[in-house]
């Protein structure tokens, strides 16, 4: 029998290493389903105050990444430390490839596929940092793409233990920003260090190395901090220039980065708008760093990992991982996807979306609540809480690519994912594909005794909006689903007028 983590998650077998640790696939033994558990390796000159300092700022980063909720961000689950030891973080197991990876094997992306990529993970980070959470190490290696052509961003708060203080740099050399290397007064870490990290992803993406790569780590981050990176003749290049400013209050911001990305997504030239100092070919030979600078972040920088996915497709996707197989020597590149801009520029009102007659079918003498625009439910008049019939709308916002489309799609997805996580028994699904019912639809019911109730749950999508509407009753009967697919389709009808 292989080790128990936690007295819950059974490691199965590893899956990866890094310089932080090993990542394990495990099951789940409380909920039967399999996860991917980091154990992490401190470094082990940290002192025991430091250490247990550490172990803290990491249980409060994983509370924090816990709660987000995106499409193209992998779930953080749990944080478990065991008799002092070091810290396992526990994550929703996603299949598939490196973006690392895949350039290493099928060379470098055309650069509309990596500007895809790229809005994929951009849309990722915005969620987190108005969420407050920064990632701290988007590389590479941490960009995720499925089998199903998905793009992921995970380990988000791992980062975080790579420092044994704060303010102490942490990352990878080539893709962590300058001022988190220097550490300079008044330049933090913050939202546009992880955007400086995300263009020199892309970049390393559209070329097949990084920015400011050099033979040893201490070269890269000497270069990092005292040249500029090397020009592309990419038409991303006027874009990645402007966010690889080593000046943070100089770098666009984040709405602008994704209109940028999206000009190039769209097949479109952005200006060349590249700031002083940069897009100049940088000095050939060796690259003078101060010893004591150079020695303290090429120490500190101990290789944290982290990922994220929406069904953002590289080419064509296939039943087969699409991305494993090399290309071959001198075959075109396939073309990148596009897809019809969403329907919808703003959230329908959800109360709007059935009418009295509609809703009396399933719930008699309805009284209409509301919550906004985007949540609409009814229940009885003076009479309990059920039958209640609840009506959720989460808009994907329209860009000028249709990105919105598939990334509403990935959140049909997610919604499946979790379902099957928190009501699937022993690994099993509980949601079905409910064909006919807008673009996609899937459908599940659950039981839940404790509360005396039977619950009906639909989700569905129309273009780039998704509605999840749920029938909830004490008694369960075998009229539910058929009423809750028929609401469905109603609203279906209402979205599309």
């Known amino acids: 029998m292989t080790e128990l983590i936690g007295g819950r998650y059974r490691l199965i077998e590893p899956i990866g290493e890094g310089g932080m640790g090993v990542v394990w696939r495990c099951r789940d033994e409380s909920l039967g389903r399999q996860v991917a558990l980091k154990r992490v390796r401190l470094a082990p000159e940290i002192g025991p105050e430091e250490r247990d300092e550490l172990r803290e700022r990491a249980m409060a980063e994983a509370r924090t990444a816990a709660m987000l909720r995106h499409p193209s961000i992998v779930a953080v689950h749990d944080v478990v430390v065991e008799d002092g030891g070091d810290p396992s973080i526990v994550m929703e197991l996603v299949p598939g490839h490196s973006l690392d990876r895949i350039i290493r094997e099928n060379g470098p992306l055309p650069p509309d596929s990596a500007a895809r990529i790229g809005l994929a993970v951009l849309s990722a980070l915005e969620a987190a940092h108005a969420a407050g959470v920064l990632h701290r190490d988007v590389k590479p290696a941490n960009v995720l793409i499925t089998g199903d052509g998905r793009v992921v961003l995970s380990d988000f708060g791992i980062a975080v233990l790579a420092g044994a203080q704060p303010g102490t740099p942490v990352g990878t050399p080539g893709y962590t920003a300058p001022e988190c290397l220097l550490g300079t007064p008044g330049e933090a870490a913050g939202p546009a260090s992880d955007l400086w990290s995300l263009a020199a992803t892309i970049y390393t993406a559209v070329e097949g190395r990084g920015p400011y790569e050099r033979e040893t780590a201490l070269a890269t981050i000497g270069a990092v901090l005292t040249e500029p990176p090397a020009p592309s003749s990419s038409p991303l290049w006027p874009v990645l220039a402007t966010v690889l400013d080593r000046d943070p209050n100089r770098r666009p911001s984040a709405a602008e980065f994704r209109d940028r990305l999206e000009a190039v997504a769209q097949g479109l ?10 897009g100049v070919p940088a000095p050939k030979g060796a690259v003078s760093v101060p010893v004591a600078v150079g020695s303290l972040a090429a120490a500190a ?23 494993a197989s090399p290309a071959s020597p001198g075959a075109p590149a396939s073309p990148s996807p596009t897809w019809e801009p969403g329907r919808f520029a703003a959230l329908p009102r959800a109360c709007g979306l059935l009418t009295e007659a509609q809703v009396a079918k399933v719930v008699p003498r309805a009284q209409t609540y509301a919550d906004g625009t985007a949540r609409c439910w009814w229940s009885p008049t003076g009479s309990g809480l059920y039958p209640k019939l609840d009506i959720k709308l989460d808009l994907q916002e329209p860009t000028r690519t249709g990105v ?48 005396s109730r039977h619950k009906v749950t ?30 469905a389709k109603s609203i279906v009808e209402a979205l599309r007028r």
């Open 301 to 323: 920088l101990l290789g944290a990992t982290a990922v994220l996915v929406p069904r953002i497709a590289t080419g064509t996707p296939a039943a087969a991982d699409p991305v």
């Open 458 to 487: 639909i989700v569905l999508r129309v273009s780039n909006l998704v509605a999840e509407l749920s029938l909830e009753r004490e008694v369960a009967d075998d009229s539910m689903r058929d009423q809750a697919v028929a609401a």
């Open 269 to 278: 030239h952005p200006p060349d708008t590249h700031p002083d100092g940069v």
């Open 404 to 451: 919105e489309v598939p990334l509403a799609a990935d959140t049909l997805d997610a919604r499946r994912q979790e379902a099957d996580r928190l009501y699937g028994r022993g690994g099993g699904k509980v949601v079905a594909d409910l064909p006919g019912v807008g673009d996609e639809a899937i459908i599940w019911s659950v039981t839940e005794a404790e509360f």
